[in-house]
T-cell receptor, first 113, second 115 residues
Framework: AQSVTQLGSHVSVSEGALVLLRCNYSSSVPPYLFWYVQYPNQGLQLLLKYTTGATLVKGINGFEAEFKKSETSFHLTKPSAHMSDAAEYFCAVQNTGFQKLVFGTGTRLLVSP | EAGVTQFPSHSVIEKGQTVTLRCDPISGHDNLYWYRRVMGKEIKFLLHFVKESKQDESGMPNNRFLAERTGGTYSTLKVQPAELEDSGVYFC?????????????FGPGTRLTVT
């Protein structure tokens, strides 16, 4: 069965600092991988996805993630945090297209001035 | 283009009562999913419709939950009778039936509180 582990339920950074949110997955087949963000009182919004091809994926708002098969990881990074990045971030894995997403427990990003 | 909408945004009911949640997917999206997040835990899959057919209902917790998608448009999720452990946020998502377009578009969720 697939599973996703997100290390750290809360991550705190200062404005302008590097953001690193960790995601490790387990899957018996090459997975599709996603990062979603949830701002307060809103639904989940797709940040970026990896399906095939280039392993470094760029998303919206300056975020990117790298698929590392050997490490079964898909960590999310952003070079410089903004106050507006404060939200909850979810990593998800999908076995094949159109099937259910399996989510991690989420990481709440706190950004201080 | 309108996004995925869900109604109501909040619902507070007593144990033993019935509640029906509604989801309107993005127009033209054949795939419709229901998920649930219990407080402090991960978002968990409930079921997947392709048009009006249930493709995967492996995540439905028990027979108190009934999902329908008549006509392949909007979907309802009924909980009858509700129990305390049913409290949480219920998300609906949709996606088109296009190869490569695998991301799911989520609604804002319905927060269900059972007292």
């Amino acid at each position: 069965a697939q599973s996703v582990t997100q290390l750290g339920s809360h991550v705190s950074v200062s404005e302008g600092a590097l953001v690193l949110l960790r995601c490790n997955y387990s899957s018996s087949v090459p997975p599709y991988l996603f990062w979603y963000v949830q701002y307060p009182n809103q639904g989940l919004q797709l940040l970026l996805k990896y399906t095939t091809g280039a392993t470094l994926v760029k998303g919206i708002n300056g975020f990117e993630a790298e698929f590392k098969k050997s490490e079964t990881s898909f960590h999310l990074t952003k070079p410089s945090a903004h106050m507006s990045d404060a939200a909850e971030y979810f990593c998800a894995v999908q076995n094949t297209g159109f099937q259910k997403l399996v989510f991690g427990t989420g990481t709440r990003l706190l950004v201080s001035p | 283009e309108a996004g995925v909408t869900q109604f109501p945004s909040h619902s507070v009911i007593e144990k033993g009562q019935t509640v029906t949640l509604r989801c309107d997917p993005i127009s033209g999206h054949d795939n419709l999913y229901w998920y649930r997040r219990v407080m402090g835990k991960e978002i968990k899959f409930l079921l997947h419709f392709v048009k009006e057919s249930k493709q995967d209902e492996s995540g439905m917790p028990n027979n108190r939950f009934l999902a329908e998608r008549t006509g392949g448009t909007y979907s309802t999720l009924k909980v009858q009778p509700a129990e305390l452990e049913d409290s949480g946020v219920y998300f609906c998502a949709s996606s088109p039936a296009l190869a490569g377009a695998y991301e799911q578009y989520f609604g804002p969720g319905t927060r269900l509180t059972v007292t």
